[in-house]
């Protein structure tokens, strides 16, 4: 037999940038990133259609900058606006379109696409950016608390196909990230809330000091102070940083902590036809294995109700009827099968340290279906 050897390492840098009001001429965050191109930066903006409505100066505000600024940057038109949500990702028109707009506009590996909103619309057009051209740079701009703290700072691309998330999808840094405080001022209340479940779950399984901040933070957290808020996404965004460099950034193995409760949560998500947003989904499905490793007598009953009391502050619902379906179960199938074969569960052997299983007891599961829909109490 003869066969040919290669082996080498391509090193990923980016950054993770914070600020205010990103779009006031004055402001010099988006400018110095792009400084250094041959000639101004070719640039083009899509926009989560929820983020437009709730912001409807934005585009002018992006056209503006750009203008004042034009020595530096190229505006190459107007901002496209996408469908926001699961929409974005369901129906693939949209990553389409955002295609041929970098084909129309003349978008090249040296140009820069530009995605402002939450996590499903920065999924999406991270995927066409990684696709076009092999690889445009991408400069993420989340607006939702998740995904500032979480799917907005990572590695990962995708939208969605036969029924799963992110069937499609690809592993590409991007180019920078900016988080824009401003943006989260206009949340509503479901989306201000759902993106803390990120946040109690990365602490959970790597930070118990940032538990009991959060446990500390909560009420203010729930009444919307944004002092509280910055350190969540702060710490959560630092702590997403660290996990990403570390062994596996391109989830190559059958570990995967960051996904702690998420092989629920997925389900839950698909069930309910995504009503049941991504953190609201999340938090009940940490809150199912947080029982569960209770119900294993991995971790006591008064660490498992710290978590629910958390969450409950936080203001979380931690019960769905959607749980008590039979399908629930088939999400550690579909695990399974995203792991290459081999279950992969996290769960908590106390709080701020995880610990992986590879088996599941459907009774347990069952049994703390039933302590979270009796609000938290085991069952007679």
């Known amino acids: 037999m003869r066969a040919l050897h290669q082996s080498f390492s391509v090193p990923f840098e980016y950054q993770v940038l914070f600020t205010q009001h990103l779009f006031e001429t004055t402001n010099h965050t988006l400018l110095q990133l792009l400084e250094g191109s ?51 990702k369901n129906e693939h028109q949209h990553y389409e379109e955002v295609l041929k707009a970098v084909d129309n506009h003349g978008i090249c590996r040296h ?13 999406m057009v991270g995927f066409a950016a990684a696709n076009a051209h092999r690889g445009v740079r991408h400069v993420r701009i989340p607006t ?8 907005g700072v990572g590695v990962k691309n995708g939208i969605n196909a036969f029924g799963k998330k992110n069937f499609f999808g690809s592993f590409a840094p991007p180019y920078a990230v900016i988080n824009d405080s401003h943006f989260l001022t206009t949340l509503d209340e479901r989306d201000w809330r759902s993106g803390m479940s990120e946040a ?7 930070d118990p000091i ?44 059958t570990s995967r902590p960051l996904d702690f409760g998420h092989w629920s949560a997925h389900k839950l998500e698909q069930m309910s036809n995504y009503l049941i947003r991504h953190g609201e989904a999340v938090a009940i499905g940490i809150a199912l294995d947080v029982v ?14 710290r978590v629910l009391n958390l969450f409950h502050t ?3 619902e931690l019960y769905t009827p959607h749980l008590e379906r039979e399908a629930l179960l088939g999400g550690l199938q579909e695990f399974r099968e995203h792991l290459g074969g081999r279950l992969t569960i996290m769960l908590l052997e106390s709080i701020g340290r995880g610990v992986e299983v590879h088996e599941v007891d459907e009774e347990k599961v069952k049994a703390a279906i039933q302590f979270l829909k009796n609000g938290g109490h085991a069952t007679e």
């Open 38 to 88: 041959d000639g101004p930066a070719k640039v083009f903006f899509v926009i989560d259609d929820g983020v437009d409505e709730a912001h409807p100066q934005l585009q002018q505000h992006i056209e503006d900058y750009c203008t004042h600024h034009n020595s530096t940057i190229n505006l190459l038109a107007p901002p496209m606006v996408v469908p926001g949500g699961e929409a974005s």
């Open 292 to 305: 569960y490793s209770h119900l294993d007598e991995r971790i006591s009953l008064a660490d498992a109700q």
């Open 111 to 123: 140009s820069y696409l530009l995605a402002i909103g939450g996590g499903a619309v920065l999924d």
């Open 314 to 316: 936080l203001g979380f």
């Open 200 to 206: 109690v779950k990365v602490a959970l399984i790597k």
């Open 210 to 253: 940032f538990f009991e901040q959060l446990e500390n933070d909560a009420t203010a957290l729930n009444q919307r102070d944004a002092a509280a808020m910055d350190r969540l996404i702060h710490r959560c965004a630092e702590l997403h940083l660290a996990h990403i460099g570390g062994a596996d950034p391109f989830e190559k193995g």
């Open 144 to 151: 939702t608390v998740l995904a500032q703290n979480d799917s």
